[in-house]
């Protein structure tokens, strides 16, 4: 029920700037990141990771998630592939070709969607035939290394090719 102003969601600031460079991503992208953490910590799979599921005060750059509604308890069991209710831009490889998937690789792999749409200001893939393929389309030539390598990773078609969460907090471009 919070909207603090001046607030939009992240979608929306994203879509507003014509670019958001490294260094601002960055700083957002570590409270997503955190937000997940905290959840799962908690025992909630939030199952909604993406950028209309964030508060962000234009001002501070503090970010919120919101939108509990599709979560559910953490389960180290993984969940059944048709109750993941993300956007379909969001959807991870394994949603698409596997009964079963886990939260923390969905995460991953939602976050990194996440990262890539806030530099480039659109999804990496444009149907579920590019998600499965999962080969990413660097647009400018200007980003950097750290960048490209930690996108890769989190946008890796295997699951068990994703760092954890904490690898990602870890992860050379994070810090």
């Known amino acids: 029920m919070e909207f603090p102003e001046p607030c939009m969601s992240l979608r929306d600031y994203i879509v ?26 908690h025992g909630v799979f939030h199952n909604g ?3 209309q599921n964030f508060l962000l005060n234009e001002r501070t750059l503090e970010l919120k998630l919101i939108d509990f509604g599709c979560g559910q308890l953490f389960s180290s069991d993984g969940y059944e592939s048709k109750t993941y209710v993300g956007l379909p831009y969001y959807y991870p490889p394994e949603v698409l070709t596997e009964p079963r998937f886990h939260a923390i690789p969905a995460n991953v792999w939602a976050l990194g969607v996440l990262l890539y749409t806030m530099v480039h200001v659109s999804h990496p893939f444009a149907n579920w035939k590019e998600i ?4 990413i389309p660097f ?6 290394n750290k960048y490209r390598d ?18 990602m907090s870890q992860h050379k471009w994070m810090r």
């Open 150 to 167: 930690l996108i890769c990773q989190c946008l890796a078609r295997d699951p068990t090719k994703r760092p954890t969460l904490e690898q």
């Open 16 to 41: 507003r700037k014509p670019v958001l460079y490294e260094p601002t991503a960055q700083f957002i992208m570590r409270q997503a990141l955190l937000a997940v953490q905290v959840c799962i910590k």
């Open 49 to 51: 990771i993406h950028a």
């Open 132 to 135: 499965r393929r999962a080969k």
């Open 139 to 144: 647009l400018y030539y200007h980003l950097s």
